[in-house]
């Protein structure tokens, strides 16, 4: 398998994009996480990746979505974004995730990308602005990789992001970014209308012949003004993702990207381990993009070192949830996030203003922690990389209070947490994209 898949980048990429990646986000993602490693030896911190979400602004309307994409366009504009950049360069940064919204509806997009050839970013899409235009100047970069989301079969996708002829679209701009030879991922929300239809060996090797070198599954997060709980999975539903992305990684010819398990599949939050966090539209500093609720800003009169480093919420955060859980504070415990918002007095960073009510409203539900299920990586390339790069980095070791964590499959779910989906499953075959 490691040599088909090899031979896949040797053989199916730019030569010149795979070695600019190798550059900046193998080797610099690397040194990046050693630094990261002895700040916390000194008791320092800087998280050593950032997401950016650059823009609220989205062509779609997705169920679950906890961004304000109806609200006023709000976007980090160039020089803020740049200077953000720069700071977490100086700190040995060298990979960004770009998140929206819809990133590329920023105007300014591609000239962040132009201004900062020394970093590499992971742009999250639904691919409809991918455009040759746009690909032919990615290309041309070098520094940027389109993970294009694909929510299921042509119905399951006008049903999940709220218009019609979605797949078609998206899949043209995969189709576009293919054809200029981009290094391409493919991302899915797995919840309870997609799971049968992508969570499979067909949809992989679909991908794989496509020309796609990596895939994510992200877990479906009920989250936001309109949650719609009875799409999420249940614990059996996630160890059979979980278990589905480990055989994957050692079956096919493609790169499987996990955020939340170290190598032996420990569960770990990368927000909780102070590996990532988050600047919103407004420009906000938050935990992770589904947690919106800050103290401090990139727009601050402070270096966002000294910020990032003395953020007694962000700290507090990341101690707070590690004693409670090894999942998703977010999903399991919602009610420390109100408890921490109310200590710091964080502010909500939405345009809605509704985040501490929706947090109340939360229905507690297990995400990636389940203990004594415990599924390991079978790869050895996954195992090294993980317990060099990917870890709690002790935060576990030191904070985690089995008594204090509360399982939630133990509680009887009430009222919409227990609802089961009642959206429709169907097959994805050739014909729905078309």
């Avoid at 062509?59 to 979505?65: D, E, H, T, W």
């Avoid at 990596?214 to 009875?230: K, L």
Wanted: with cysteine; charged share 25%; proline share 5%.
């Amino acid at each position: 398998m490691y040599l088909r898949l090899a031979r896949r980048f040797l053989v199916e990429t730019d030569k010149r994009l795979l070695m600019k990646a190798a550059w900046t986000l193998g080797l610099g993602g690397l040194i990046s996480v050693h630094k990261h490693k002895r700040r916390l030896k000194r008791g320092e911190f800087f998280p050593p990746f950032l997401y950016l979400s650059v823009i609220n602004s989205c062509n779609l309307r997705c169920q679950g979505c906890w961004v304000d994409v109806a609200a006023k366009q709000h976007r980090i504009e160039l020089e803020a974004a740049n200077k953000t950049i720069a700071e977490a360069k100086a700190m040995g940064n060298r990979f960004f995730g770009i998140l929206g919204g819809e990133p590329f509806m920023h105007k300014d997009l591609l000239k962040i990308f132009a201004a900062n050839p020394d970093v590499y970013f992971q742009v999250f899409t639904n691919g409809h602005f991918i455009t040759d235009e746009v690909a032919v100047e990615l290309r041309r970069l070098g520094n940027v990789t389109p993970l294009i989301s694909v929510e299921g079969s042509e119905i399951i996708s006008d049903t999940r992001r709220g218009r019609e002829g979605v797949l078609s679209q998206t899949m043209k701009g995969l189709e576009t970014a293919l054809r200029h030879k981009l290094l391409v991922g493919v991302c899915t929300s797995v919840c309870k209308s997609n799971i049968d239809d992508l969570v499979r060996d067909e949809w992989v090797d679909r991908l794989i012949e496509m020309g796609v070198m990596y895939c994510w599954f992200h877990i479906y997060r009920p989250v936001g003004p309109e949650p719609n709980q009875a799409l999420s999975l249940s614990s059996e539903e996630q160890r059979r993702v979980r278990q589905f992305v480990v055989d994957t990684r050692v079956n096919k010819p493609i790169v499987v990207i996990d955020a939340y398990h170290d190598d032996a599949g420990n569960a770990l939050c990368p927000a909780a381990t102070g590996f990532t966090h988050h600047v919103g539209p407004w420009g906000d500093i938050e935990p992770c993009p589904v947690i919106q609720l800050a103290t401090e800003s990139i727009h601050d009169d402070r270096p966002l070192a000294e910020t990032m480093n003395k953020s007694e919420f962000l700290k507090d955060f990341r101690e707070l949830t590690a004693q409670h859980t090894r999942g998703c504070v977010i999903m399991e415990r919602p009610d420390l996030l109100v408890q921490l918002a109310e200590k710091h007095g964080a502010r909500d960073t939405t345009a809605r203003k509704a985040v501490i009510e929706e947090l109340k409203n939360v229905t507690p539900r297990r995400s990636q922690f389940q203990p004594g299920d415990e599924i390991p990586e079978r790869s050895f390339v996954y195992r090294w990389a993980k317990k060099y790069a990917f870890n709690d980095f002790g935060t576990y070791t030191k904070h985690f209070d089995v008594a204090k964590y509360a399982d939630p499959d133990a509680i009887e779910l009430t009222g919409s947490g227990s609802a089961k989906s009642d959206l429709p499953v169907v097959s994805l075959n050739d014909s729905d994209d078309r």
